[in-house]
């Protein structure tokens, strides 16, 4: 499977989820410790794929192993970040609404690269994944209110970057 894809399609593949979530992380409002948990909620959310998608070999290969070498798992993870972040450098991001164009950017090329690579399964798999990503960060916390009392469990900002992502990864929302 991996043999199909470059190395710098695998990073794209493997860095995108993670950009997802990061990207309904920064888009809200909760402020530090709601941003902390969104944070959080999205590493969760991009390692579970490893078990919500046992069969998928597109999704095995792109994350690591967590039953494996723990130090080969750690050295994945950090080379797939390192080229995210010199990715993002490059781009000369510098406001969260840049940020946001660039991962709606990588999404776009993600499931143009699924669509010209991968198995209708395997996409549509790593699709869900990508989308169910953005739906529990967006979860995650509330957004407004005070010490995170109050608020609402889904911003405005957060219902229009899920709807962004449901366009390109065509895959429905269940927060809709």
């Known amino acids: 499977m991996s043999a199909n894809y470059t190395e710098d399609e695998l990073n794209l ?8 979530g ?9 402020e530090l410790f709601g941003t902390g948990k969104e944070m959080f909620a999205n590493a969760q959310s991009v390692m579970a794929g490893v078990k919500d998608y046992p069969n998928n070999a597109l999704i095995q290969s792109i994350l690591p192993n967590p039953q494996g070498d723990s130090a080969a798992a750690m050295e994945k993870m950090k080379k797939v970040r390192d080229w995210g972040v010199a990715r993002l450098k490059a781009k000369g991001i510098k406001s969260a609404e840049e940020f946001r164009d660039a991962a709606m950017a990588d999404v776009q090329a993600a499931a143009d690269l699924l669509a010209a690579k991968s198995s209708p399964q395997e996409a549509e798999e790593y699709r869900q994944w990508c989308m169910s990503i953005a739906e529990k960060v967006a979860m995650a916390t509330t ?30 929302s269940t927060l809709a």
């Open 143 to 172: 957004e407004g209110g005070f010490l995170g009392f109050g608020g609402e469990r889904l911003s405005a900002n957060e219902k229009q970057l899920l709807s962004q992502f449901e366009g390109v990864l065509g895959v429905k």
């Open 13 to 20: 593949l493997a860095s995108t989820p993670q950009l997802i």
């Open 22 to 30: 990061s990207a309904m992380a920064f888009i809200g409002n909760s």
